[in-house]
């Protein structure tokens, strides 16, 4: 089985920064998509960033210029750097991998981890 666990989540003044992190673990042969999501109260959830294998990032319209995306295949770690963060930045953050095991290519989301900016 393969399971995602993010970290870095909390509580975060206007303005500044935090880095969250997802690494997955179990019967990996290749990971393709890694990306982040987000989900605020009574929204639907959204995609934030996402990187393919070749390195290429897409974000949401909201973040660029604020939160960068990258991997470390090594580690199959996505992370997420987010930087003049906003209120409206806070929600509940996932990540999401699209993984290659012995019985073929599934997405998988990481718990969730709750990211509030507030004063």
């Known amino acids: 089985q393969v399971q995602l666990v993010e970290s870095g989540g909390g509580l975060v003044q206007p303005g500044g920064s935090l880095r969250l992190s997802c690494a997955a673990s179990?019967?990996?042969?290749?990971?393709?998509?890694m990306g982040w999501y987000r989900q605020a109260p009574g929204k639907q959830r959204d995609l934030v960033a996402a990187i393919v294998s070749d390195g290429s990032t897409n974000y949401a319209d909201s973040v660029k210029g604020r939160f960068i995306i990258s991997r470390d295949n090594a580690k199959n770690t996505v992370y997420l750097q987010m930087n003049s963060l906003k209120p409206e930045d806070t929600a509940v953050y996932y990540c999401h991998m699209i993984i290659g095991g012995p019985r073929g290519w599934y997405d998988y989301w990481g718990q969730g981890t709750q990211v509030t900016v507030s004063s």
């Open positions: 179990g019967s990996i042969f290749s990971i393709n998509a």
